[in-house]
Nanobody
């Protein structure tokens, strides 16, 4: 069973950029479609982006389109989330996970191997 770990997030000013990494252990990311989610206290985990195993297709939540880019390097067993033009409402804990469901299924329940999450804070 793959286990995932996100890189450190951080504090960034509005309009800034940040790249998150997600590295796998106990398995190879190339075997899975992968996804990023985010969560704020008291709310459910929300889908951000997903990428197919081969990297041939990606999908984004509406709020992420045009600002976030998901990518992967199966060679180094890592998935990335490049975030640009960050807004204060992007402040959340970001998680990566492996997709075990249908490609079209964006529910958190269809993902597994969750990392511990990393805090991203966007200041005004």
């Amino acid at each position: 069973q793959v286990q995932l770990a996100e890189s450190a997030g951080g504090l960034v000013q509005a309009g800034g950029s940040l790249r998150l990494s997600c590295t796998a252990s106990g398995g190879r990311v190339h075997a899975y479609n992968m996804g990023w989610f985010r969560q704020v206290p008291g709310k459910e985990r929300v889908f951000v982006a997903a990428i197919r195993r081969s990297g041939s297709a990606t999908d984004y939540a509406d709020f992420a389109k045009g600002r976030f880019t998901i990518s992967r390097s199966n060679l180094v067993n890592t998935v990335y989330l490049q975030m640009t033009n960050l807004k204060p409402e992007d402040t959340a804990v970001y998680y990566c996970a492996a997709h075990s469901g249908l490609w079209s299924d964006r529910r958190a329940e269809s993902f597994h191997g969750w990392g511990q999450g990393t805090q991203v804070t966007v200041s005004t």
